[in-house]
Structure formats: structure tokens, C-alpha cells
């Protein structure tokens, strides 16, 4: 009755004696309004779930952001954009924004290359490679809070597996504080997400190799490219798609991060690894500043929105582009 | 890669003292007790069992919701249907961190805080997009004329959904199930916030104050750690391929 393309087969010439024009006209309008429900009413349950929990949510977020306001009753005591400009002030969540900058870095100069280095290397043809994939996957498997409690037990002071590593190969005291440690703390938490997240893009990677012909790269071998060439003028163009994805989901993961740093350090030492998701957890639900926590969290989603429409608009445009040129030609 | 996992299933089994002579090598003496002390104990099961009720009610009901919603997307034409599904693809980009607050408030005052559906629906809630997505790309490729041979038969469109549309996405059906049972028996913060006492402890919220608790307990902390891992691990090893196929489906097509 109301799918698509019986709907249009009905409505196509000549299939059957047209009624009265006045007849159709009214029924297939009423016959539109029950389609329009019936698809509606199929999404009703999720929308109702979606606004309630997720847009109302952000909306009300928006609000309270320019309220001074404790969490009870309703914000009445507008501020205008004063938490907004303290928070600019504010040397803790200019540090975050600071440390936000540099675990992005940080992912996008180490760690997404070794996932890739990784994928090439898994993606040939040996022995227990089976084996290997799930081992490098398995830590994504794992929470962030048991990741966190076991790699704060690692890296504690003297009695962690990391110092007595050291202490092994003669490098007594180069470890030390780790987490404790202002100048350490940043760096022992990337090597943790390393450990963490490398797998996923490791993952991603992998199902994009495998989705390239393997005549391209023969192709190329019988040309006479070197492996570098290879993968420099063949691999790498065609998986440019899949590297874009695991960047974007890389820098959001970054702007949110909280689950690990929450359990390993708290943001400590004296807010040396806190993150705007622990700086807007501590003002929210430890200090009872809900408007000046909102603001932090219209700040955190104004990052994502924009950093995510200018990725749409600049870098995944060019993705279908780009692909079919690749495809296409020789390059230009 | 493995040798922290290593590392804290063989710290398990040592003594505190052991673990501070000894940290490396196999334990001296295989102590079982500091696993048996924790699965005799009721917590850790407690944990367990409503790391999984949660995990479960999340799952059933996200995938429940998407799928009707998926199939209205991939199978009616109807006004505004570009501008829902934008809505809900959108919400991909709702870092769960930013919401979290007003959502607490809002559990709060729906008097769900300390229930377990305060975490069951915002998890759900929050995992439609991706579902969505993912489901709506599957019901595009079940060709048209299935649905039209069941609609002559005399189907109405919810019978085609359920008697024809859903048995044959069970392998997609079992990706995003995968999906979502991963995405809630990882969740920390929800929990954190939403379980103000420990009846309803998920566990990584239970794991996190297990360390607290025992901080000088090592070779304790470690055979928690380890037992917490092992569902998981387990249910990786089962599911491994679904998981890596949905992550890297939603990922492309997000």
C-alpha cells in the first residue's frame, strides 16, 4: 500500500480507466497523508528518544551557559556572555585547549603513520597475522577505565612495570613520577591512548587495503616501481578516503577526551593533563558551577562543529573528487 | 602490545610483597587466592550482572528503534525524510562529553539517577545515528521486488518489515548489536554520574573504585583488573568479525 514504488507504478500512465478528476485528486491525497504517517510513525519512537536525550539536552546546555547558576531549580541569574569571557581568561581551559592541540598533533604525527606502517605490514601474507590483528585490536576492546587502572598500576612510582623495566636495562631514575610528573604527564598519557586507540585506525586501515584491487599494485611491480613507489604512488592515493575518516575520528576523540585521563590522573598534576571534558566535569558536577560548565561544553561542541563542517566542506569534498581522478587517469 | 595484559594476569597471581621483588618473572607460587577472594565475593558478580542488563536493555532498544527508523529512511519517499536523516546524522557529531551535563539534570529531575534505565536510554539515545546509518545502508540493497511481491500477497508495510525486512539483515542486525554492547559495557562516564550508590555499578565504574579502595593491594588490584577484562576479551573473541566489520562500515559511511 504505502511503499515507494507501487505508490509510483500507480501514478505512471496509462495503467488503468482514470477516475473523476476531483475523486483522485481527493484520494490521492488523502493516500499522501497516510503514506507521510506511516513513514513517519516508523521513526517516531527513535526521534522522541533523539530530541529528548540528545538535542534537548545540547539546547538546554546553550541556555544555562549564560546563567550564573548551581544545578537547582531554573537559571535565573543571567550573565550574558560572562562565562564565556572568564573562561577565556581562565589559564586551566587555555591549557586545555593547549593540550587538546597537542594530543592532536601528536595522533596525527605519530600515531595515525605507525597504525598505517602496521596495516601495510599485516596486510602481506605471513604466518599468525590472524593472530596479530587481534592482538593489536584487543586493547580497543577494553575501557578506557580498565585501561586507565591498569596502566596507572604500569606506570607507578618504583613499584610499576615501567620502572622496574628501566631499572633492568641500567636506566635507573630516567622513569620516576610519570603521571606525578608536570613535564611527563601529557607524554605517559599518549603513549596510553597509543596503546589504546592505534589498534581501531590499524583496523580501518586494513579494511581499506583490502579494498584496493590487487592488479593496481601488480600493475605497478610489472612497471618496475620500487615498494616505496608503490605505496607512495598507488596505496597511498587510494587510501586517502579511509585516512581522512580515521583523522576526523582522531581529532574528535582528542576534543573529548575524558574517560582515561579522569581515571589515570584527574587532570592532575595541578591541571597539567586536564582536558575540557575534565575541566567542564569538575566545574558541573564537583564544584556545582553548572552555567560555567555549560559554557565550557558550548565551547567543546563549537570546536567539533566547526572543525567538523570545515573538514566537510574542504577535506571529504575533494574525497569523491579526487577518488575518481585517481581512478581515472595518470594524474595531471 | 600484550605485555601489560601479560603483566597483570601473572601479578594476579603473586602477593603484594611478591610483586615488588619479583615483578617480571612467573610467580614463585602460584596464588590463587587473590582471583578466588574476588569471585567469591558478591560484588564482582553484581557488577557483572548489570554491566550486562545495561548492556543488553541498551542494545535491544537501540537496534529496535533504528531499524524501524532505518527502514522508513531506506524505503519510503516521503517530505522531510533528507532533513531527519540530517538530523540524526548530525548527531554523529554530539560528542556525548558536550551533553552530559544538561543530561544529568534532566535524569535527575526524571527521577532516573540511580536506575538503570538513566543509562539505558541516553546510551541508546546516543547511538541511534550511528545504527541508523549503518542499518539504512543495509535495507537500501534488499531488492524492491521482494517488497513488492509481499505487498501483492496482501502484507501491510510493517509485515514486510517484520516478516521479511528483518530476517534478512540478521547479519547487519548482528554487526550494530555488536556495536552497541561494546559501546555500553565501555561506558564510564554515564555511569559514573547516573549510580550515585553502588547497586547499579557498572564494571568500570566498579574496577575504578576497586583501586581506589585497595591502592596498596597491588596483586589484588591486578586480579580485578583481570577478571573485569575477561567478558570482554571473550566477547571480541566471539564476535571479533561483526565488530571490526561495523566499525569500519560506520566509519566509512558516517
Same mark, same amino acid.
Given at each position: 500500500?504505502?511503499?515507494?514504488?507501487?505508490?509510483?507504478?500507480?501514478?505512471?500512465?496509462?495503467?488503468?480507466?482514470?477516475?473523476?478528476?476531483?475523486?483522485?485528486?481527493?484520494?490521492?491525497?488523502?493516500?499522501?497523508?497516510?503514506?507521510?504517517?506511516?513513514?513517519?510513525?516508523?521513526?517516531?519512537?527513535?526521534?522522541?528518544?533523539?530530541?529528548?536525550?540528545?538535542?534537548?539536552?545540547?539546547?538546554?546546555?546553550?541556555?544555562?551557559?549564560?546563567?550564573?547558576?548551581?544545578?537547582?531549580?531554573?537559571?535565573?541569574?543571567?550573565?550574558?556572555?560572562?562565562?564565556?569571557?572568564?573562561?577565556?581568561?581562565?589559564?586551566?581551559?587555555?591549557?586545555?585547549?593547549?593540550?587538546?592541540?597537542?594530543?592532536?598533533?601528536?595522533?596525527?604525527?605519530?600515531?595515525?603513520?605507525?597504525?598505517?606502517?602496521?596495516?601495510?605490514?599485516?596486510?602481506?601474507?605471513?604466518?599468525?597475522?590472524?593472530?596479530?590483528?587481534?592482538?593489536?585490536?584487543a586493547p580497543y576492546v577494553l575501557s578506557e577505565a580498565i585501561t586507565g587502572v591498569l596502566f596507572s598500576m604500569v606506570f607507578a612510582?618504583?613499584d610499576g612495570l615501567?620502572?622496574?623495566?628501566?631499572?633492568?636495562?641500567?636506566?635507573?631514575?630516567?622513569?620516576?613520577?610519570w603521571f606525578?610528573?608536570?613535564?611527563?604527564?601529557?607524554?605517559t598519557l599518549?603513549?596510553v591512548m597509543?596503546w589504546k586507540y592505534?589498534?581501531?585506525?590499524?583496523?580501518?586501515?586494513?579494511?581499506?587495503?583490502?579494498?584496493?584491487?590487487?592488479?593496481?599494485?601488480?600493475?605497478?611491480?610489472?612497471?618496475?616501481?620500487?615498494?616505496?613507489?608503490?605505496?607512495?604512488?598507488?596505496?597511498?592515493?587510494?587510501?586517502?578516503?579511509?585516512?581522512?575518516?580515521?583523522?576526523?575520528?582522531?581529532?574528535?576523540?582528542?576534543?573529548?577526551l575524558f574517560d582515561l585521563v579522569w581515571v589515570i590522573t584527574q587532570g592532575g598534576?595541578?591541571?597539567?593533563?586536564?582536558?575540557?571534558a575534565v575541566?567542564?566535569f569538575?566545574?558541573?558536577?564537583?564544584?556545582?558551577?553548572?552555567?560555567?560548565?555549560?559554557?565550557?561544553?558550548?565551547?567543546?561542541?563549537?570546536?567539533?562543529?566547526?572543525?567538523?563542517?570545515?573538514?566537510?566542506?574542504?577535506?571529504?569534498?575533494?574525497?569523491?573528487?579526487?577518488?575518481?581522478?585517481?581512478?581515472?587517469?595518470?594524474?595531471? | 602490545?600484550v605485555v601489560p595484559l601479560v603483566y597483570a594476569v601473572l601479578s594476579g597471581f603473586k602477593?603484594t610483597?611478591?610483586l615488588?621483588?619479583?615483578?617480571?618473572?612467573?610467580?614463585?607460587?602460584?596464588?590463587?587466592s587473590n582471583y578466588t577472594d574476588i569471585l567469591g565475593g558478591g560484588d564482582f558478580w553484581r557488577l557483572l550482572g548489570s554491566s550486562t542488563l545495561i548492556a543488553?536493555?541498551t542494545?535491544?532498544?537501540?537496534?529496535?528503534?533504528?531499524?524501524?527508523?532505518?527502514?522508513? @529512511?531506506? #524505503?519510503?519517499?516521503?517530505?522531510?525524510? +533528507?532533513?531527519?536523516? !540530517? %538530523?540524526?546524522?548530525?548527531?554523529?557529531?554530539?560528542? =556525548?562529553?558536550?551533553?552530559?551535563?544538561?543530561?544529568?539534570?534532566?535524569?535527575?529531575?526524571?527521577?532516573?539517577?540511580d536506575?538503570p534505565?538513566?543509562v539505558?536510554?541516553?546510551q541508546?539515545?546516543?547511538?541511534?545515528?550511528?545504527?541508523?546509518?549503518?542499518?539504512?545502508? @543495509?535495507? #537500501?540493497?534488499?531488492?524492491?521486488?521482494? +517488497?513488492?511481491?509481499? !505487498? %501483492?500477497?496482501?502484507?501491510?508495510?510493517?509485515?514486510? =518489515?517484520?516478516?521479511?525486512?528483518?530476517?534478512?539483515?540478521?547479519?547487519?542486525?548482528?554487526?550494530?548489536?555488536?556495536?552497541?554492547v561494546v559501546t555500553s559495557w565501555n561506558n564510564f562516564m554515564l555511569p559514573l554520574l547516573v549510580f550515585t550508590d553502588n547497586t547499579w555499578w557498572t564494571l568500570p565504574v566498579g574496577v575504578q573504585q576497586f583501586q581506589g579502595q585497595y591502592s596498596a593491594e597491588y596483586a589484588r588490584v591486578f586480579a580485578y583488573l583481570v577478571l573485569a577484562m575477561v567478558p570482554a576479551l571473550a566477547f571480541y573473541?566471539?564476535?571479533?568479525?561483526?565488530?571490526?566489520?561495523?566499525?569500519?562500515?560506520?566509519?566509512?559511511?558516517?
Amino acid at each position: 500500500m504505502t511503499s515507494t514504488f507501487l505508490a509510483d507504478k500507480r501514478s505512471g500512465p496509462g495503467t488503468e480507466l482514470p477516475p473523476p478528476e476531483s475523486v483522485r485528486a481527493r484520494g490521492r491525497g488523502r493516500r499522501r497523508v497516510l503514506h507521510w504517517l506511516t513513514a513517519v510513525g516508523f521513526q517516531l519512537p527513535a526521534l522522541v528518544l533523539f530530541i529528548g536525550m540528545v538535542l534537548l539536552p545540547m539546547l538546554f546546555a546553550l541556555y544555562a551557559a549564560f546563567f550564573r547558576w548551581g544545578g537547582f531549580g531554573m537559571p535565573s541569574d543571567y550573565v550574558g556572555t560572562d562565562n564565556f569571557t572568564d573562561l577565556f581568561d581562565n589559564p586551566v581551559f587555555l591549557g586545555d585547549l593547549w593540550r587538546c592541540l597537542i594530543l592532536v598533533l601528536l595522533s596525527l604525527v605519530l600515531q595515525l603513520p605507525f597504525a598505517l606502517a602496521m596495516a601495510v605490514l599485516l596486510n602481506q601474507k605471513f604466518r599468525g597475522r590472524a593472530v596479530y590483528r587481534m592482538l593489536f585490536f584487543a586493547p580497543y576492546v577494553l575501557s578506557e577505565a580498565i585501561t586507565g587502572v591498569l596502566f596507572s598500576m604500569v606506570f607507578a612510582p618504583d613499584d610499576g612495570l615501567a620502572d622496574h623495566v628501566l631499572g633492568a636495562v641500567g636506566l635507573d631514575g630516567v622513569g620516576g613520577l610519570w603521571f606525578a610528573d608536570p613535564s611527563y604527564v601529557m607524554a605517559t598519557l599518549f603513549l596510553v591512548m597509543t596503546w589504546k586507540y592505534f589498534g581501531f585506525h590499524m583496523m580501518l586501515y586494513l579494511a581499506g587495503l583490502q579494498s584496493i584491487p590487487r592488479e593496481l599494485t601488480e600493475a605497478a611491480l610489472i612497471d618496475g616501481a620500487s615498494a616505496w613507489q608503490r605505496f607512495r604512488n598507488v596505496t597511498l592515493p587510494l587510501l586517502a578516503p579511509t585516512l581522512r575518516i580515521s583523522v576526523f575520528l582522531s581529532v574528535i576523540g582528542a576534543i573529548q577526551l575524558f574517560d582515561l585521563v579522569w581515571v589515570i590522573t584527574q587532570g592532575g598534576p595541578d591541571h597539567h593533563s586536564e582536558t575540557m571534558a575534565v575541566t567542564m566535569f569538575q566545574y558541573g558536577f564537583k564544584r556545582y558551577q553548572v552555567g560555567y560548565a555549560s559554557a565550557i561544553s558550548v565551547v567543546m561542541f563549537g570546536i567539533c562543529l566547526v572543525f567538523a563542517l570545515a573538514y566537510q566542506r574542504f577535506v571529504l569534498r575533494r574525497d569523491l573528487e579526487g577518488a575518481t581522478t585517481t581512478m581515472r587517469g595518470d594524474g595531471k | 602490545m600484550v605485555v601489560p595484559l601479560v603483566y597483570a594476569v601473572l601479578s594476579g597471581f603473586k602477593s603484594t610483597d611478591e610483586l615488588s621483588s619479583n615483578p617480571f618473572g612467573l610467580p614463585k607460587r602460584w596464588l590463587t587466592s587473590n582471583y578466588t577472594d574476588i569471585l567469591g565475593g558478591g560484588d564482582f558478580w553484581r557488577l557483572l550482572g548489570s554491566s550486562t542488563l545495561i548492556a543488553v536493555g541498551t542494545t535491544v532498544l537501540v537496534v529496535a528503534l533504528s531499524a524501524l527508523a532505518a527502514f522508513s @529512511f531506506a #524505503r519510503f519517499a516521503f517530505r522531510g525524510r +533528507e532533513a531527519l536523516f !540530517t %538530523l540524526f546524522t548530525m548527531g554523529l557529531m554530539f560528542p =556525548f562529553a558536550v551533553a552530559v551535563l544538561p543530561l544529568f539534570l534532566l535524569l535527575r529531575s526524571l527521577d532516573l539517577l540511580d536506575n538503570p534505565l538513566g543509562v539505558i536510554l541516553p546510551q541508546a539515545a546516543f547511538g541511534l545515528p550511528m545504527t541508523i546509518i549503518i542499518l539504512r545502508a @543495509f535495507f #537500501r540493497e534488499i531488492p524492491g521486488e521482494l +517488497e513488492e511481491a509481499a !505487498t %501483492l500477497d496482501g502484507c501491510s508495510s510493517f509485515g514486510f =518489515f517484520w516478516r521479511v525486512l528483518l530476517p534478512m539483515a540478521r547479519p547487519a542486525l548482528g554487526t550494530v548489536s555488536v556495536l552497541a554492547v561494546v559501546t555500553s559495557w565501555n561506558n564510564f562516564m554515564l555511569p559514573l554520574l547516573v549510580f550515585t550508590d553502588n547497586t547499579w555499578w557498572t564494571l568500570p565504574v566498579g574496577v575504578q573504585q576497586f583501586q581506589g579502595q585497595y591502592s596498596a593491594e597491588y596483586a589484588r588490584v591486578f586480579a580485578y583488573l583481570v577478571l573485569a577484562m575477561v567478558p570482554a576479551l571473550a566477547f571480541y573473541s566471539v564476535a571479533e568479525r561483526q565488530l571490526v566489520g561495523g566499525l569500519t562500515a560506520g566509519a566509512t559511511k558516517g
